[in-house]
């Protein structure tokens, strides 16, 4: 097995390689890493506890940092978060001592993409929370800061239109917040539509190509007239609708405002 050093040099070039995605480069990566964790394990780096030596501290947390790109690129989350544990007491114990991460706010920006992503908006929130001013104000994380504002106001082409400030490593993490996003539209289609144009439901859905929105129609249940250029919702289960309907007649309606009205007439009387 090689010894650290060289471990560090080659997935340093690896990392930075105009391959670096192609299943090839992903594969030759993987056995790197898998190499120098067990290097980094004898060496006592993988968890530094008393460790002194600043530039084992930097090799081991520049392996760690390529192995969390390594598994964004692979689209392997839970590999993913795994690394970002790791990489947790360089960058937050350690930090004073190591000189500064290049990839400590890419990476920060795609666990918080993917969070949003997931709709995990509390662990979104959470993370926020224990960044430092200096990395809040940073660029790589006012970007997913921005996309989790727009979320919230229901400004979604501002979303779509920030797939260009995304890490490339991370763009299926865009397309998954899409997709989240894009079943959120397409539940209030259903409420609010019997049928619809084919354009319009394109461009509400933010689909470029009918292959995507007739795909994206056939997980959601829904029929498409070729004739007509329309989509036709499912239906609603009836069931669900008249336990809807029932629970409505069960609100005391009348009694309910007419407790209002004599509440507002004694405040008025006691005003």
């Not at 993409?113 to 104000?137: G, K, M, W, Y």
């Not at 056939?218 to 239906?235: K, L, N």
Request: hydrophobic share 45%.
């Amino acid at each position: 097995m090689s010894s650290l050093p060289e471990l560090h040099a080659q997935l340093k070039r690896a990392s930075s390689s105009p391959n670096a995605t192609s299943p090839k480069e992903l594969a030759s990566t993987g056995k790197l890493l898998t190499q120098a964790k067990i290097g980094l394990t004898e060496a006592g780096l993988l968890i530094p506890i008393g460790v002194s030596d600043v530039q084992q501290l930097a090799a081991a947390r520049d392996i760690l940092e390529y192995g969390a790109l390594h598994a964004i690129r692979s689209k392997d989350v839970p590999a993913f978060e795994r690394y970002i544990g790791l990489l947790q007491p360089f960058w937050v114990d350690n930090a004073a001592r190591l000189p500064p991460s290049p990839h400590h706010t890419a990476l920060l920006a795609l666990l918080l993409l993917l969070h949003l992503s997931q709709n995990r908006i509390a662990a979104f929130h959470v993370l926020l929370e224990t960044l430092s001013p200096e990395l809040l104000s940073h660029p790589d994380i006012q970007s997913p800061v921005k996309m989790e504002r727009w979320l919230m106001e229901g400004s979604y082409s501002k979303v779509w239109e920030a797939r260009g400030e995304v890490e490339k490593a991370g763009q299926w993490l865009w397309e998954a917040l899409m997709n989240t996003i894009r079943n959120e539209i397409a539940s209030c289609e259903e409420k609010a539509y019997t049928t619809l144009p084919l354009s319009d439901a394109a461009t509400l859905l933010f689909f470029t190509s009918p292959a995507e929105l007739s795909t994206f129609a056939q997980t959601r249940g829904w029929s498409i007239s070729p004739t007509t250029q329309q989509i036709a919702f499912r239906p609603r289960d009836a069931t669900a609708a008249g336990a809807e309907g029932a629970a409505k007649q069960r609100i005391p309606r009348e009694n309910m405002i007419r407790h209002s009205l004599v509440y507002a007439r004694e405040l008025e009387s006691i005003v």
